[in-house]
């Protein structure tokens, strides 16, 4: 795969990312839910940190908006590295599949990261109001934008049954993470070097002596 196609493939994903987020931001108000199937909604959440929520003030001793502020940075960081090595991957000609992996990686992580840079001076509130683009009073700043998620697969919502000892008759729900079409560029990526390994990263054949 060149450049070219990888760029193409960046440049798709973002596209729309950035589309399906912005149309959720300017469309729903913070929380509000809409049913597309039983095991599919439309749920337009934000998130302040990183995986599955977490924030690093949840972890280290620090404030609230430094871990927001050290998070981002380290996204920005990590974006530079997943460039270089998918810079450096295409220049070795490396395997199609590794390729493909890495751009999906990279084009999600950069979704993010426009979210987590310039959202924040972008769009007013979405608690209590749908959000206007181009605000003139933003929400937050430079690097302290939150992330949307809006893709929320509950593919089972049911009960445990009441024989199940500690469990029984509690609410079970797989799966309850909520997404943004970003993140599952960057799961896919992830999903092909796992599942493709040894088509991402081939062994060369050692010449006989």
Not at 7 to 26: A, G, N, P, R
Not at 31 to 45: A, D, N, P, T
């Amino acid at each position: 795969m060149n450049l070219k196609k990888s760029l193409l493939i960046i440049i798709l994903v973002l596209v729309i990312d950035q589309i399906s987020k912005i149309y959720i931001k300017t469309n729903f108000v913070l929380g509000e839910s809409h049913e597309v199937f039983s095991w599919f909604k439309i749920l337009f959440i934000e998130n302040e940190g990183a995986a599955w929520g977490t924030k690093l003030s949840d972890i280290l001793p620090i404030s609230e908006s430094a871990g927001k502020l050290v998070l981002t940075v380290f996204r920005i960081f990590a974006v530079f590295g997943i460039a270089y090595w998918l810079w450096d991957i295409i220049k070795k000609q490396s395997s199609r599949t590794l390729i493909l992996a890495v751009s999906l990686i990279f084009a999600g992580a950069l979704g993010n990261i426009i979210d987590s840079v310039f959202y924040g001076t972008l769009f007013d509130e979405s608690n209590g109001q749908v959000a206007t683009l181009f605000s003139k009073e933003p929400y937050g700043k430079l690097f302290y934008g939150k992330v949307v998620d809006m893709l929320y697969f509950p593919l089972i919502d049911t009960t445990w049954p009441d024989w199940v000892p500690s469990l029984g008759g509690k609410s079970f729900r797989f799966f309850e993470p909520v997404f943004n079409i970003a993140d599952t560029a960057i799961s896919t990526g992830v999903g092909i070097l796992i599942v493709f390994n040894k088509k991402a990263f081939p062994k060369k054949e050692e010449e006989a002596s």
